[in-house]
Nanobody, 124 residues
Framework: QVQLVESGGGSVQAEGSLRLSCTVS????????VAWFRQAPGKERQGVAN???????YYADFVKGRFIISRDNNVNSLVLQMGSLKPDDTAIYYC??????????????????WGQGTQVTVSS
């Protein structure tokens, strides 16, 4: 059974940091392309960062210099290290995976597997 499980969300003050993790319980082929998305209330799901099958990394402009995406193939996990957080970063954060090529940046519809999401709240 395909399963992605996020953890590490929570509440933090502006300029604080959080580390999100995603355990990917699929084979490595199915998770060659991985990503973090977020969705704020009343807004569409937007891509935050992704890693393709060749380990090329993409960041959305609004997180460049503040967030770092990484993955550990040994344990099939995906991490999003978030720093200098802003109230606008408040959202539910989702990890996603896909076995086939996706563009960078990629829309949410490009990814087949999704986690249940973890809430991140940044207060001013």
């Amino acid at each position: 059974q395909v399963q992605l499980v996020e953890s590490g969300g929570g509440s933090v003050q502006a300029e604080g940091s959080l580390r999100l993790s995603c355990t990917v319980s699929v084979d490595r082929v199915s998770s060659r392309y991985v990503a973090w998305f977020r969705q704020a209330p009343g807004k569409e799901r937007q891509g935050v960062a992704n890693i393709n099958g060749y380990d090329t990394i993409y960041y959305a402009d609004f997180v460049k210099g503040r967030f770092i995406i990484s993955r550990d193939n040994n344990v099939n996990s995906l991490v999003l290290q978030m720093g200098s957080l802003k109230p606008d970063d408040t959202a539910i954060y989702y990890c996603a995976a896909n076995p086939m090529w996706v563009p960078q940046p990629a829309a949410a519809s490009e990814y087949k597997y999704w986690g249940q999401g973890t809430q991140v709240t940044v207060s001013s």
